[in-house]
């Protein structure tokens, strides 16, 4: 945890550009996810979008990672490999991607619902985007990491719902994955203080019905241990002296 690197101003833009081209390209992958859509198209749209922005797909290869995007339906939490599975009416869908742009890297997550969804799934979703919302309320320079898993679980539990524990969010920059993690629960004041130059990927996960996963057969997905849905979004997050600045907000 002592080796949380600050960003430079220019190291900033150059991740705010990246964290631009990303949201875009998140935005269009997800106008691709309707009913009848099959997961390997939206990996090849992606892939696509990702070459068009001179940029280079983050997951790809990383531990062993063998697509650009993570797509996590229902009960999946994380790392889905887009496959053969054909969306449904009434499935929610996770999308996670990053990229690497001018040497840096940018990360994000939205949860979709596919064709109509019943209010239970949407009130999901909602919960996951706000707790994201009121993270980054919290997170301006001499709060904590433990204030924002903190304020995460708390909104998260106060409605009935459970975060996911064992996964977390990350410090991001040169490395996709840098120090510190940043947990969705914790006690207020307590982990590394925030300070001006941090970038950070802060990542509600929010089950329906447990905070406990298992890893599925192909060793990358992870899924809730009682099936229950679960919806996942994550920003990009540089703290700045004024608070927050999120890179990868989708215009």
Known sequence: MNNISLK???????????????????NEVRLEAKVGTKLSDLELKARDLIKKN??????????????????????????????????????????????????????????????????????LIRVA????????????????????????????????LFVIKELCGHGIGKELHEDPEILNYGSRGTGPVLKEGMVLCVEPMVSAGTEHIKLGKDGFAYYTMDNSLVAHFEHTIAITKNGSRVLTEIE
Request: proline fraction near 4%; glycine fraction near 12%; charge should be positive.
């Open 8 to 26: 430079t101003k220019e190291q900033i833009e150059i991740m705010a550009r990246g964290g631009k081209i990303l949201a875009k390209i998140l």
């Open 129 to 160: 985007k706000k707790a994201l919302k009121r993270a980054i309320k919290k997170m301006r320079p001499g709060n904590t990491i433990g204030d924002i898993g903190n304020t995460i679980e708390r909104y998260v539990s106060k409605r009935g």
């Open 54 to 123: 001179n940029a280079k797909p983050a997951f790809l290869g990383h531990n062993r990672y063998p697509a650009a995007l993570c797509a996590s339906p229902n009960d999946m939490i994380v790392h889905g490999i887009p496959g053969e599975y054909i969306l449904q009416n009434g499935d929610i869908l996770s999308l996670d991607l990053g990229i690497q742009y001018e040497g840096l890297f940018t990360d994000m997550a939205i949860t979709i619902g596919i064709g109509e969804i019943d209010e239970e799934k949407a009130r």
